[in-house]
């Protein structure tokens, strides 16, 4: 029979801490909505102690999903731990994730402390835990980089102190597969108790082999895997879920274990991660990017139309491709847009549904087939979006080859109407110089792209844009079928979000486990 394989996502926790990527509470009740229907066992959803607003999304979360259990993390202290708790206690499923440095280089240069007392303060954080909940998970951080009898030591303490999974994580992605697996065997071998608890793995891509250091690892025993969908997380992302999956349920022969996804999510998962996030997925991303189906030698083309198995290991079906051709259009009315909502994932209030009804009419009107994309776009600007404060009213642009380029924009701010005109070296510079000049911002532009939302010539622009102001970071994103206003709303977005990580300051930063 084959054996369980636990998915752990933490797009919500370390996949927020990509640069850029933080979410509002709306956005990660969305995204968590999402990772419900996919089947993800485990949610880890934020790390209350950093912030007010993780804090207040955790909450939120835990409150809503009702099949998975929801996790949040804390580090090795009484006052993270009871953090976390008062955020999770909510949940149908709470699991407490506390977590301390193992490796000598950790210890001695970022918590000063010896071997001892981090076992010490390891037991009493997990017996803390204890008083809450059973479902308590140990981490030990840089474990793949810490001395391996010590590690089993501390696993042994913190499995007896009432850790039910402990996980390894390579938290820098140092590791290389076959050396992982082998330090997993060891790990099971000579951790006395580590039959009462479920093993479990953190990779990071650092060296691109996240992926490939997880499935080593389930292979030698691990049963739980942390993963995040398109490989987001801190500097180089995490073992990516749908990578791990998809092997898992492609290659049977090698891995006889199964999961609990339902792989049919993994295309619309992953582009509302990318939308939310501003995150985009390179083309050439395994499973989810936008050439991993695509053909292009004619040889390659010729086989598949003769038999896709010549050159396909995967349906793209099986990930949610090509299955999304429910359309609606200008004709299409009320019930059927909230019964399209409604399997998408979404359930709106009356009012909401009137707010989001005249919005797709007024792209219906511009555009002939509005599809899931278009409608999460949708979903996003008018409901998601915690209160604005900068909304745009108008954008006139002149731009061609004989004229100076120059924008006119009307703004509210914070319910005042302003307006002014400028110019720049293109019409998206002269808007974005515009609006900076209103708006009284100085952020820098540190990236800008642009893709199309769906195929097409019909197709929204998909600007997303990341801005940096006094060391804070944003990811702005908009949509439209005329890029240069997509471009605008991607801009007010992001200054938007620059306002929202202004008002919720960080306490700790959630990318340093430190003491
Ligand atoms: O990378 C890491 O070590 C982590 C831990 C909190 C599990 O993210
Ligand atoms: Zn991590």
Same mark, same amino acid.
């Given at each position: 029979m084959s054996e369980r394989i636990y998915i752990f996502d933490t797009t919500l926790r370390d996949g927020e801490q990509s640069p850029g990527a933080s979410m509002n509470t709306a956005e990660k009740l969305r995204v968590a909505t999402q990772l419900e229907k996919l089947g993800v066992d485990i949610l880890e959803v934020g790390f209350p102690a950093t912030s007010e607003g993780d804090f207040e999304a955790v909450s939120a979360i835990s409150g809503k999903i009702r099949n998975a259990q929801i996790a949040a993390l804390a580090r090795a202290n009484i006052p993270d731990i009871d953090r976390a708790w008062e955020a999770i206690k909510d949940a149908a499923y709470p699991r407490i994730h506390t977590v301390i440095a193992t490796s000598d280089l950790h210890l001695k240069y970022k918590l000063n402390m010896t071997r001892e007392e981090v076992i010490q303060r390891s037991v009493e954080a997990v017996k803390h835990a204890k008083k809450f909940t059973d479902n308590i998970e140990f981490s030990a951080e840089d474990g793949s980089r810490s001395d391996r009898d010590y590690l089993c030591k501390v696993f042994e303490a913190a499995i007896e102190a009432g850790a039910s999974t402990i996980n390894l994580p390579d938290t820098v992605g140092y590791a290389v597969p076959e050396e992982f697996a082998e330090l997993i065997k060891y790990v099971r071998v000579h951790t006395p108790n580590i039959h009462k608890a479920i093993f479990s793995v953190h990779c990071h891509n650092d060296l691109g082999l996240a992926t490939a250091n997880t499935l080593a690892a389930i292979v !030698?025993?691990?049963? *739980? !895997?942390?993963?995040?969908?398109?490989?987001?997380? =801190?500097? !180089? %992302?995490?073992?990516?879920?749908?990578? &791990?999956?998809?092997?898992?349920?492609? @290659?049977?022969?090698?891995?006889?274990?199964?999961? /609990?996804?339902?792989? =049919?999510?993994?295309?619309?998962?992953?582009?509302? &991660?990318?939308?939310?996030? %501003?995150?985009? &997925?390179?083309?050439?991303?395994?499973i989810v990017g936008a050439n991993a189906f695509a053909h292009e030698s004619g040889i390659h083309q010729d086989g598949v139309l003769k038999n896709p198995m010549t050159y396909e290991i995967m349906k793209p079906e099986t990930i949610g491709l090509n299955t999304n051709k429910m359309v609606l259009g200008k004709h299409s009315g009320r019930h059927a847009l909230r019964a399209h909502l409604n399997d998408m994932g979404y359930v709106l209030s009356a009012e909401e549904l009137d707010k989001l009804f005249i919005k797709f009419k007024e792209l219906a009107d511009r555009k002939k087939h509005v599809l899931?994309? #278009? +409608?999460?776009? +949708?979903?996003?600007? /008018?409901? +998601?979006?915690?209160? #604005?404060?900068?909304?745009? =009213?108008?954008?006139?642009v002149i731009a061609g080859t004989t004229v100076l380029p120059m924008a006119s924009v009307k703004l509210i701010i914070n319910e005042r109407s302003v307006q002014? !005109?400028?110019? /720049?070296?293109?019409?998206?510079?002269?808007?974005?110089?515009?609006?900076? @000049?209103?708006? /009284?911002?100085?952020?820098?532009?540190? @990236?800008?792209? &642009?893709?199309?939302?769906? %195929?097409?010539? #019909?197709? *929204?622009?998909?600007?997303?844009? @990341? +801005?940096?102001e006094n060391g804070l970071e944003a990811m702005g994103r908009g949509a439209d079928p005329d890029i240069i206003t997509a471009s605008t709303k991607a801009y007010i977005n992001g200054l938007n979000r620059l306002e929202y990580l202004k008002a919720h300051p960080l306490k700790i930063s959630e990318s340093a486990i430190e003491e």
């Open positions: !030698a025993g691990a049963r *739980q !895997a942390e993963v995040t969908i398109n490989g987001i997380g =801190e500097r !180089a %992302g995490n073992a990516s879920m749908e990578e &791990v999956v998809m092997a898992i349920n492609t @290659r049977p022969n090698y891995f006889p274990m199964t999961t /609990g996804i339902k792989t =049919e999510y993994f295309y619309p998962t992953s582009r509302l &991660v990318s939308m939310i996030t %501003g995150i985009q &997925v390179q083309p050439n991303k395994a899931d994309e #278009d +409608l999460e776009v +949708l979903v996003a600007e /008018g409901l +998601l979006q915690t209160k #604005d404060v900068f909304s745009l =009213e108008y954008l006139n002014g !005109a400028g110019y /720049g070296n293109g019409p998206i510079d002269a808007a974005f110089n515009t609006i900076s @000049r209103l708006t /009284g911002t100085t952020s820098e532009l540190m @990236r800008f792209s &642009v893709s199309s939302l769906s %195929g097409g010539t #019909d197709s *929204q622009g998909e600007v997303t844009v @990341r +801005l940096k």
